[in-house]
């Protein structure tokens, strides 16, 4: 390689730039041509004002640190990471698909409640079949039998949704991760365009390929959270989004949301029920009826906040659903379909609900759960990841291969006494993209989040969120510490 920025450029078999020749891949020379036309300088500059003008815009996120959670700031780098026309169309369909057979899950798995009272066998549809066992789907923590409520019939409950993924060694696309209940990164991707345009406007200029601009889906977006508008509802749907507030670490992303939907954006004291059983919030001294509410609230927390009238948010919310005036997006209860047990059954989905093979793969995961699964694992716990299901802890994931014996051997036994609380994988190595760190371009993991609504139908929206581990490794990405980079979607 030549040129300043990536002389001393170490080469690395997992990163997207640079193979392990020491070579710029194909798809990054025009970008790299234009990274040493704007020079180390200017970049470090442009890293500078991007960190100031964050600041004052507040663009932090709420993250979870020995079992509390904090607001960190979200730094961003200046250099943009890369994403080819035929890779985003490979990964666009495979998170449609994903998308689809999850909403094929949630409505089966919701509908037993509402079976006719003479049917004998209740169980889900994959449990009647022999995909799934029963334990999987009616006594998962995930599922709460109160959600069945909070949707009008029909409606799709997971009209927004989150897919992370990782890239190999090998160049796979590997899903991590679904997210399904409150998917956050939408409002951080439209954010990042904007910074990026105002930090280093010249890598714009001097890369001649097209690039997808990021506010190209929210009209995307908006479709799909009218189609979220109950059958009764007369008229353009009038859609809000609903926020805890200034408290909640997301805070800043509802902000932009609000402001690129061009909705209103309000909290549990503004809302008041309307005379025909729907809701309606006071927006700027009036009160403004609402058929949608594009919902940035955690479930467990809709019982602890009141309404302007008060009543339990969680109450006001689920009468207007009955009533037949109110959509929510997302419906509450989806953790049935997107824990760490979740997650395994997945392919399965696919398989069972639409008559296909999955376009991405996932990583290999045990349900401990399952005897035969922790049997299985239970010699390998050294070599694999151990993750806490939801509804049992979900945030802990323990790194077998930096743990010592002692810490093993406590793993092991933690996990004897209560297995439904685990799942086990297969460790991930992500692929890296250059990062500024300390003026230099350094190689830092890197994972991305998709994102895909069910609307009309099911689409990948045309932007994504790229989450920048904070070091070299083994740490993954979108640990704490870490930051985010511009991502370019090229045509």
């Known amino acids: 390689m030549s040129g300043e920025l990536f002389a001393g450029y170490p080469p690395v078999r997992t990163d997207e730039a640079v193979g392990p020749e020491g070579r710029l891949r194909s798809g990054w020379v025009e ?18 004002d991007l960190a100031a003008r964050r600041r004052a815009l507040g663009v932090s996120a709420s993250l979870w640190v020995d079992g509390r959670q904090e607001l960190r700031p979200v730094p961003m780098d200046p250099v943009p990471r890369l994403v080819g026309a035929s ?17 094929a899950f949630l409505a089966d798995a919701y509908r037993p409640a509402g079976r006719r009272r003479g049917d004998t066998d209740r169980a889900a549809e994959i449990v009647r079949a022999g995909v799934l066992q029963d334990w999987a789907v009616a006594h998962s923590p995930g599922r709460d039998p109160d959600a069945v409520a ?29 997210n399904l209940r409150v998917p956050s ?40 959270l009218a189609a979220a508008a109950p059958p009764g509802c007369s008229g353009p749907p009038r859609v809000a989004v609903l926020t805890q507030g200034e408290t909640d670490g997301a805070w800043f992303e509802h902000q932009v949301l609000a402001a690129a939907l061009d909705v ?53 919310l689920t009468e207007a659903v009955r009533a ?19 997650y395994a059954w997945v392919p399965a989905m ?27 694992v239970r010699g390998r716990l050294g070599g694999l990841d151990v993750e806490e299901v939801a509804g049992y802890g979900g945030r802990r994931v323990v790194h077998g291969p930096a743990c010592s014996r002692a810490e093993l051997d406590s793993l092991r036994a933690e996990i004897t006494a209560a297995p439904h609380r685990f799942v086990a994988r297969e460790p991930l190595e992500p692929s890296t993209a250059p990062t500024l760190v300390d003026g230099e371009l350094r190689p830092r993991p890197v994972d991305l989040r998709i994102f895909s609504v069910s609307g009309p139908t099911t689409i ?19 640990v704490p510490g870490g930051g985010s980079k511009d991502t370019w979607l090229l045509r």
């Open 31 to 48: 970008l790299a041509a234009a990274l040493e036309t704007v020079g180390r300088d200017r970049l470090v500059l442009a890293a500078d």
């Open 460 to 478: 990948t929206l045309p932007l994504a969120l790229t989450r920048v581990a904070p070091d070299a490794g083994p740490a993954r990405p979108g």
């Open 150 to 178: 909070m949707a009008w019939p029909g409606q799709r409950r997971a009209a927004v949704a989150g897919t992370d993924v990782v890239r190999t060694p090998d160049g796979r696309w590997v899903v991590t991760k679904d």
């Open 350 to 376: 696919i398989r069972f609900y639409l008559d296909e093979e999955p376009l991405l793969d996932s990583v290999d995961t045990w349900v401990l759960a399952d005897p035969a699964a922790w049997s299985a």
């Open 264 to 316: 209103p954006l309000v909290r549990a004291g503004d809302l008041h029920p309307r005379g025909d059983g729907g809701l309606e919030a006071a927006v700027d001294g009036e009160r403004v009826p609402v058929d949608v509410l594009y919902r940035r609230f955690d479930d467990a927390s809709l019982g602890a906040y009141r309404t302007g009238a008060n009543l339990p948010l969680d109450v006001a």
């Open 185 to 224: 990164g939408i409002g951080y991707a439209l954010a990042n365009r904007d910074s990026a345009r105002t930090a280093a406007p010249e890598l714009f200029a001097h890369v001649g390929r097209p690039v997808v601009d990021p506010a190209d889906a929210v009209p995307l977006l908006a479709a799909a």
């Open 87 to 103: 890779t985003w169309a490979t990964l666009s369909a495979g998170v449609a698909q994903r998308h689809r057979a999850l909403e």
């Open 324 to 342: 037949g005036r109110l959509g929510l997006v997302n419906v509450p209860g989806n953790g049935v379909a997107d824990d760490a047990a979740g």
